[in-house]
């Protein structure tokens, strides 16, 4: 039986099993109100009811009332921003109706960040009170999106998010970042738990939909069970968080608390319409809270098997093979030659991860003045991307060791643990929280089904025949390197209100960091990177072009290997206050030094006024700067690439290498951005809330992988350098400005509807990316056409659609809930994977729909759905540009742009889809929470 036959199988019995004990029963009816410390109504408290997904929020009178409550005892939950959560556990008999009130005392520590919205260091109960834009997303909404994979989840959520599905582009096949406003991976700043989060070791070369040289967090390396909510922050913030919150803020709360161990199970499949069902995904998490004194101590564990898609259409081309019959929509309808078809992989690789994560609370006394807390998690996560075929009689392929071709393939392993922790106290009218944190990500590139040309056909340890590789044979699998990066925090922060006499107490946060980071290359085994100088298979005499190293990725050679650490200290000093009733000032500055890029200070101001209840104004002005990353600074290595159809080895090189400075690289400065956002949040009832925002965001000294230089001049500059062997070099650059401007849109209304309720939320986001400035080329590469290409200009401008809206339909009533989705993505381009300037595609807008219909057992939640209901595909290549010439290739009767943009018919979706292009996904959740 096949892996995904056995978790089939194994869904199918704990359903045998589990769900006749599931009994229906009647159902009861829970209200109540919750109040503060003091006596006053608290408006806005979460209220849930345990392995359910019901859900209430209190009124202005901090009334609430949960209907279909299952017969029995269940634990309640109430839970809201800034105060200390409350759980207690209710009977409630068919039919009948309980009363629970819960009293909620404001958090004594606080400066904890996990009481804190993201957005203001100052005491807040909600977004709605912040001055700038934030998203608090809760674990119901997350667990509803069909699927685990966090910036999945962050994109459906949220259109100010895009989420690129990558392949064939080797590393982010399987390190997929995110971006925000449609900026750099590396221009959003993560945070756990209010800790920075380090980003991982890949640096993104040429990833569809962002501009390659940047690096970005793996949020997939947090377990969906451990996430309480995460708080997206849309606005600028380098002064209070870190000098790289230039598009945003992501913070990511874990859960805490006591509570039952519950467990989640999702299994889905790709259904699509002219393609064998494929992409079996099973993915099982829990979660366990454990009382620890006047604490609490809470595990959790996720396991994901993603099994691969294939949307590549079939390959009339055979090598030196008869081609096998295909028809129009891509399959083989008359086989006749022993490769594989399709020969090629476009789609999802596949994916296998393990991990884990733990969250301590721990109050010292019953006052809880004083706390000790941690948090940390390891993940071990292994995939597979694949590269292009290579024919049989492909000069990069040796017959003896592949008859029939070969299609090179990733199969890297991702490691990545953490840990975080410290003492929170009260002191002399202080909040204080002392901590450290320690992060590690790393990125093995193991290569498989796949050789090195210049070792030769000879692959016996014993009789190896490489003139310049004495004692090394050929291989079909290699360790081709390990990238490695890391991050020591230590930071101290402290907040009060003091009096000064202003209308209100003036909130006065400030705090300091000390950050070191390490990033490493790690060379490869010798038969991955050696040229061993063998002949190639077409050649009778010598040939200097025979290509060395492991192919698809050649490995990282002694020359490449880095070793790299710098420190950075920070200092910031935050203030907030209400210079009257209605208007909310806040101001923040920061000072950052780096031990390689000397020192900065930036600010931030922020105003928020509420003319009325019902209506809030607010506006944001800040400055920022990001330091260039590690791996911007120290990366290098030799890649294949395929440009315009031919493969080329491409040396991309940091600037104070010796051959980019031979073609006039410069040292790298930090980014500098200046941000302004204004916005409105009205709520005309109390159960509709609209809001607005705009904003613009403008960035000089952006730094980003050059163009691809490769004109003759260029390589004979190198050549007369003694670099040989390379078709092409890029290095990193200052070379743009950049403007970003937009505007965010968001709703909510939750109205009765029958005997249930109806909650209606919708998002739009448009946002324009534009280049304002591009450098002089360097005198020596006065040949070449620009510092970037159009494939980079593209990237940045074009490759992300400027809109993007969802609208969502709730509905619950008694133990039934239901959603659905649309998903609207506009137009975009993209030049890849054709790679050339002429290649430029443009695809039209698509429309996605998601729906989701569930049941709530007495101890189960079991949920059925569908995401991309109707199985919408992005549009196909269709550009007849000539790539030559620029005319109509029809007429001049040249290689047309969709010919390298689809691979030759190969990869017939656009690459750069901001949705991907699998299809349609059934899937079934089963959440269970179990008695202890």
């Known amino acids: 039986m096949s892996r995904p036959s056995r978790f089939h199988a194994f869904a199918l019995l704990l359903s045998v099993f589990v769900l006749p004990h599931a009994l229906l029963g009647q159902t009861g009816v829970i209200r109540g109100k919750v109040t503060s410390a003091a006596g006053g109504p608290l408006a806005a408290v979460s209220v849930t009811v345990d392995a359910t997904s019901l859900r209430a929020i209190t009124n202005d009178q901090g009334e609430y009332e949960l209907r279909g409550v299952p017969a029995g005892a269940t634990t309640v939950r109430a839970r809201l921003l800034g105060y200390v959560a409350q759980a207690s556990r209710v009977s409630v008999a068919a039919g009948d109706a309980a009363q629970q009130n819960f009293v909620m005392a404001q958090q004594a520590i606080a400066l904890s960040p996990v009481s804190v919205v993201v957005g203001s260091h100052a005491r807040h109960t909600a977004a709605e009170e912040l001055a700038v834009p934030v998203d608090v997303i809760p674990s119901e909404v997350l667990a509803q999106q069909g699927t685990t994979e966090t910036s999945q989840i962050l994109a459906a959520v949220s259109p100010s998010v895009n989420f690129p599905h990558q392949s064939v582009t080797d590393a982010t096949d399987i390190a997929r970042p995110f971006t925000l406003r449609g900026l750099s991976p590396d221009q959003t700043l993560v945070l756990i738990n209010g800790w920075r989060r380090r980003q991982m070791a890949v640096v993104n070369t040429f990833a569809y939909g962002m501009p390659a040289g940047s690096s970005g967090v793996d949020m997939n390396a947090i377990p969906a069970s451990a996430i309480d909510r995460v708080e997206l922050l849309r606005d600028g913030a380098s002064a209070q968080y870190g000098s790289d919150a230039i598009a945003g803020v992501v913070n990511v709360v874990l859960k805490e608390g006591k509570f039952d161990p519950f467990v989640n199970t999702t299994t889905g499949r790709y259904i699509p319409r002219d393609y064998h069902d494929d992409g079996t995904t099973v993915d099982v998490n829990g979660g366990w809270g454990l009382g620890l004194g006047r604490g609490s101590f809470t595990l959790f564990g996720q396991f994901m098997d993603r099994q691969p898609t294939n949307r590549a259409w079939a390959d009339t081309y055979a090598g030196s093979f008869t081609p096998d019959s295909v028809n129009s929509i891509g399959q083989v309808i008359v086989k006749r030659n022993p490769m594989p078809n399709p020969d090629y992989h476009w789609g999802d690789g596949l994916e296998k991860d393990a991990i884990t994560m733990a969250n301590l609370r721990l109050p010292l006394n019953d006052a809880g003045t004083g706390e000790l807390y941690a948090f940390g998690g390891y993940s071990h996560r292994e995939g597979a991307g694949q590269g292009y075929f290579r024919y049989d009689n492909d000069t990069r392929n040796w017959p003896e060791m592949y008859p029939a071709g070969f299609l090179p393939e990733f199969h890297p392993a991702v490691r990545d643990y953490s840990a975080a922790g410290g003492y929170r106290a009260l002191a002399g009218g202080w909040s204080l929280d002392l901590g450290v944190s320690f992060g590690h990500n790393d990125f093995a590139y193991n290569l498989r089904n796949t050789l090195n040309e210049s070792l030769g056909p000879c692959f016996d340890p014993a009789n190896p025949c490489a003139p310049n590789a004495p004692g090394v044979a050929n291989k079909t699998s290699f360790f081709a390197g390990r990238l490695t990066r890391a991050e020591v925090v230590t930071g101290l922060n402290a907040s009060r209100e003091v ?434």
Do not use: M
Request: hydrophobic letters at 35%.
């Open 499 to 932: 009096h000064v006499g202003l209308p209100a107490p003036l909130s006065v946060a400030a705090g300091a960091a000390y950050r070191r980071e390490r990033y490493q290359i790690e060379r490869g085994e010798v038969a991955s990177y050696i040229n061993g100088g063998h002949l190639p298979q077409d050649s009778a005499t010598g040939d200097s072009s025979v290509i060395g190293g492991s192919q698809v990725f050649p490995g990282f050679a002694p020359s490449n290997e880095s070793n790299s650490t710098r420190s950075n200290l920070a200092a910031y000093l935050d203030l907030e206050t209400n210079l009257t009733p209605k208007l909310l000032a806040n101001g923040a500055a920061r000072f950052e030094h780096y031990s390689d890029f000397g020192s900065l200070v930036t600010g931030k101001g922020a105003l928020r006024f509420q003319p009325s209840r019902r209506v809030t104004l607010r506006a944001a002005v800040s400055n920022g700067f990001r330091a260039p990353g590690l791996g911007q600074i120290h990366f290098s290595k030799v890649v294949t690439n395929v440009i315009a159809g031919q493969p080329v080895q491409v040396g991309i090189f940091p600037v104070a290498d010796s051959a980019a400075r031979l073609l006039g690289s410069q040292p790298l400065k930090a980014e500098r951005s200046f941000n302004l956002s204004g916005g409105v949040a009205l709520s005309p009832r109390d159960n509709v809330t609209f809001t607005a925002d705009v904003f613009r965001i403008t960035i000089t000294h952006r730094i980003l992988l050059s163009a691809t230089f490769q004109d003759s001049t260029t390589l004979a500059t190198l050549a007369s350098g003694g670099f040989t062997g390379i078709g092409a070099i890029q290095y990193f650059t200052n070379g743009l400005s950049t403007r970003t401007s937009g505007i965010d849109l968001t709703g909510d209304v939750r109205v009765p509807a029958g005997a249930g309720v109806l909650q209606l939320t919708g998002a739009f986001n448009y946002t324009k990316n534009q280049i304002t400035n591009v450098a002089a080329l360097p005198a020596q590469l006065a040949t070449e056409s620009s510092l970037i290409d159009s494939i980079t200009y593209i990237a940045i401008t074009a490759e992300r659609p400027d809109w993007r809206a969802t609208v969502t339909p709730q509905y619950t009533v008694g133990r039934f809930h239901a959603l659905a989705r649309a998903s609207y993505y506009g137009k975009f381009s993209s030049a890849q994977p054709g790679y050339c300037d002429l290649c430029r595609d443009n695809y039209g807008s698509k429309t996605l729909f998601d729906a989701e219909f569930g049941y709530q057992f007495d101890r189960i939640n079991l949920a059925l759905g569908v995401r991309n209901l109707f199985d919408t595909y992005p549009d196909q290549p269709k550009s007849l540009t000539d790539i030559s010439t620029g005319g109509d290739c029809t007429i001049t009767l040249g290689t047309c742009a969709k010919d390298y943009n689809n691979n030759f018919g190969t990869f017939p979706w656009a690459a750069a889809s901001p949705f991907g292009y699998n299809g349609r996904y059934v899937y079934a959740r089963l959440e269970t929470t179990l008695t202890r």
